[in-house]
């Protein structure tokens, strides 16, 4: 049998390369229980401790947090992307990938469309642990679709970052504690949990400077006026630039060769 | 394509932070033989087949696969060949079956075409009960064959194998050679590193030994031996005062000083005819011999000549 080498479109093997992601997950649901029970965790533990003594009581909390989490979620659901794919350099699968006749984008896209199932899970277990808690926004149920769509292209948009990470980096652990120093530094030093305001002047700074603080601040508008906020404009436009910028990097780090 | 070449390295160097891991290295593998690369550890053997396959940027020279430059033409390039790396790169993570299939979807068959495919290289190498096993339970020896399996999905015009008998048990390595020699029969090429002696000498049609990233010789294996070896020829002597006189004829007729351990003379020799010639002159001394041996050169020699290693 001669084996015809049809020419398959660079969408087709994206389209594989993330099946293959799912089926890894698949064969490990383990992996995605750190999306799953870090928000609920979160959520019950900030909720309960901090609600109180920030805004006088857990109910009035859940809108100030509900995005905090939300966007902490996102953050560590998107730094697996770099992990992964060092993982994977590591095991030597990727050279495997580059001596195959396709677009050198298609592993990484691939990984990466796998990985929006991560945040749409990350998303919703944030979300229902925000619900069973009490959080009810107050606008049509449309917005909070548009509010989850934009946190999954936020955390989209991250991934890449993470992806470029993962590729430069020295090792998968080394990828482990730089993702969770960042998530750390990005989601605390952010209004994620406390209003700005209280915080000292040095730290105020930092807390504006932080682009987490804006991407919150965007979804909280919409939460609370139901209007499609500047902020949230401006969020969209600087994701977009981030994937436009970090997937050129991505893939120059990935062709790079010695 | 008239002419019947394969793979074409010229003036092929690596410099790794100013450390020359190959150093101009030239060589032509022909369509349908088995190539050799043949080198201690370190030589450089898995840095000149990642340069060949396009998994690394040569320092300087110029590589074609059969006629596309990998430079130019690096997708048309890699759709000729299949590589087996030096440590098995399959995916941990899922099946057999889905490691193939994937790989056969990425290499551009359809999904029925992939399917089939599939099957036949799950019979093929004896991975039909394993097929929906995991990859972490498979033994070293499974993991080769998945890995060579999926090498061989597209049927590639030519094969890389780094090391492909590294960490396999006798049988399992015999089963490989046959596997190996199964693929030239059909008309592929090969191309593969190796430490064994014993495997470049039963599989490689010619050997290219290479070492601190030099290329030192290249040949068939009988011609290297030849070139480089020595045949030698030990006998025993009967009575020990015949030892120095036999000794002295030896030297003379095989024109080699000849190493004496207790009644056994070993001698090096070029010639069948310088033999003929020191056994008629020990029997017209009337000096008795017995076990007479001949040893023809190993590829070992060869090794042991010309290469020095990393230590
Ligand atoms: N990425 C790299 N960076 C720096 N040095 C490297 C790199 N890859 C290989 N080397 C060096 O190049 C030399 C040749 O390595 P190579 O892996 O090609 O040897 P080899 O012949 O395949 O050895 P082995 O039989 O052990 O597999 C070694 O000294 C090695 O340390
Ligand atoms: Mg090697």
């Known amino acids: ?27 490990n649901p383990d992996h995605l229980m750190d999306v799953l029970i870090q928000p609920v965790m979160f ?7 901090f609600g109180g003594a920030i805004a006088g009581g857990v109910h009035a909390y859940l809108p100030i947090i509900v995005p905090g989490i939300l966007i902490q979620t996102i953050l560590s659901a998107a730094s697996g992307s770099g992990t992964q794919i060092k993982e994977d350099m590591e095991t030597g699968i990727f050279d495997r990938f ?27 277990a944030s979300l229902t642990t925000g619900y069973l808690m009490g959080w009810r926004p107050n606008v049509a149920f449309g917005w909070i679709v548009v509010i989850i769509l934009i946190t999954v292209f936020t955390g989209w948009a991250i991934s890449w970052i993470y992806a470029f990470i ?10 482990e504690s730089i993702s969770l120093m960042t998530m750390l530094l990005l989601s605390f030093l952010s209004n994620a949990f406390i209003p700005i ?35 949230a404009w401006i969020v969209l436009i600087s994701d977009l630039a981030i994937v436009l910028i970090f997937a050129s990097l991505t893939v120059w780090a990935y062709n790079r060769q010695n | 394509m008239q002419n019947n070449i394969a793979i074409n390295v010229e003036h092929l160097s690596k410099t790794f932070n100013n450390q020359k891991v190959v150093d101009d290295v030239s060589f032509t593998v022909k369509k349908g033989e088995v190539f050799g690369l043949l080198g201690p550890n370190g030589a450089g053997k898995t840095t000149i087949l990642r340069m060949i396959t396009t998994l690394l940027k040569p320092t300087t020279g110029n ?10 033409d690096s997708k048309l390039a890699r759709s000729t060949f299949g590589v087996t790396g030096q440590y098995a790169a399959v995916d941990e993570d899922i099946t057999a079956k889905e490691n193939l299939l994937i790989f056969s979807r990425l290499n551009g068959l359809s999904k029925k075409e992939a399917q089939i495919r599939t099957k036949e290289l799950l019979k093929e190498f004896s991975l039909e009960k394993s097929a929906d096993k995991s990859i972490k339970e498979f033994s070293g020896g499974m993991r080769r064959r998945l890995d060579l399996a999926i090498s061989l999905i597209t049927r590639p015009e030519i094969i890389f194998l780094d090391e492909p008998t590294t960490g ?19 008309g592929s090429t090969v191309f593969l590193t190796t430490q064994y002696l014993e495997e470049a000498d039963t599989l490689a049609d010619r050997i290219a030994v290479i070492d601190h990233g030099k290329l030192i010789r290249i040949g068939t294996p009988d011609k290297l031996k030849h070139e480089i070896g020595e045949s030698k020829m030990s006998l025993k002597i009967i009575k020990n005062i015949d030892i120095l006189p036999a000794a002295k004829i030896l030297q003379n007729a095989l024109n080699s000083k000849p190493q004496i351990i207790n009644n056994t003379i070993t001698t090096r020799f070029k010639t069948t005819e310088q033999i003929i010639d020191g056994l008629s002159q020990l029997s017209t001394d009337k000096i008795n011999v ?14 042991m000549a010309l290469t020095i290693g990393k230590n």
């Open chain 2, 290 to 303: 017995s076990n007479l041996t001949i040893q023809e050169p190993s590829l070992d020699d060869v090794f």
């Open chain 1, 166 to 175: 993962g590729l430069m980096a020295k090792s998968a652990t080394m990828v």
């Open chain 1, 197 to 231: 305001n209280t915080l000292p002047k040095f730290l105020r700074i930092i807390a504006n400077l932080n682009p987490m603080t804006h991407v919150i601040t965007a979804i909280r508008q919409i939460l609370a006026t139901g209007t499609f906020s500047n902020t």
């Open chain 2, 168 to 186: 396999l048990d006798p049988r399992t390595r015999t089963q490989m050679w046959d596997t190996i020699r199964n693929l030239v029969k059909h």
């Open chain 1, 98 to 124: 580059k001596t195959l006749p396709i677009a050198h984008i298609a592993p990484l896209a691939g990984q990466l469309l796998a990985d929006i199932l991560r945040l749409v899970l990350a998303i919703i």
């Open chain 2, 63 to 72: 590589i074609t696969i059969f006629d596309h430059d990998i430079k130019k």
């Open chain 1, 43 to 49: 959520m019950i533990l900030f909720g309960y401790l």
């Open chain 1, 1 to 27: 049998m001669e084996i015809k080498k049809n020419r398959i479109s660079t969408i087709q093997n994206i389209n594989t390369m993330a099946y293959r992601n799912l089926l890894k997950t698949l064969h």
